[in-house]
Nanobody, 124 residues
Framework: QVQLVESGGGLVQAGGSLRLSCAAS????????MGWFRQAPGKEREFVAG????????HCADSVKGRFTISRDNAQNTVSLQMNSLKPEDTAVYYC?????????????????WGQGTQVTVSA
């Protein structure tokens, strides 16, 4: 059974940084793409960043490009999201997502596994 467990959320002031981590178990981690999504109250879940199975390909949403970086450690079965220059509009529950394919998608419905989410709150 695939499990994804996020950690690293919290409260930070605008301009600050946080690093989210996701530990995966239950299958061969290095065969599948991983991603991060977020959902703010009253809004739909939106794509933040994705990374291919090998880690060679990454993509971030325009709203976070230049501020957030996704990475993975296939030896440790973890994927991370480094978030810099945080803004109040980044406030949301952040979810780690796992695919059943080597490549990522920006569409939430195309992802197969989800973590429980971790709250990120950015104060003005």
């Amino acid at each position: 059974q695939v499990q994804l467990v996020e950690s690293g959320g919290g409260l930070v002031q605008a301009g600050g940084s946080l690093r989210l981590s996701c530990a995966a178990s239950g299958r061969t981690f290095s065969n599948y793409a991983m991603g991060w999504f977020r959902q703010a109250p009253g809004k739909e879940r939106e794509f933040v960043a994705g990374i291919t199975a090998s880690g060679a390909g990454t993509h971030c949403a325009d709203s976070v490009k230049g501020r957030f970086t996704i990475s993975r450690d296939n030896a440790q079965n973890t994927v991370s999201l480094q978030m810099n220059s945080l803004k109040p509009e980044d406030t949301a529950v952040y979810y780690c997502a796992g695919s059943n394919t080597p490549s990522y998608s920006e569409t939430p419905q195309r992802w197969d596994y989800w973590g429980q989410g971790t709250q990120v709150t950015v104060s003005a």
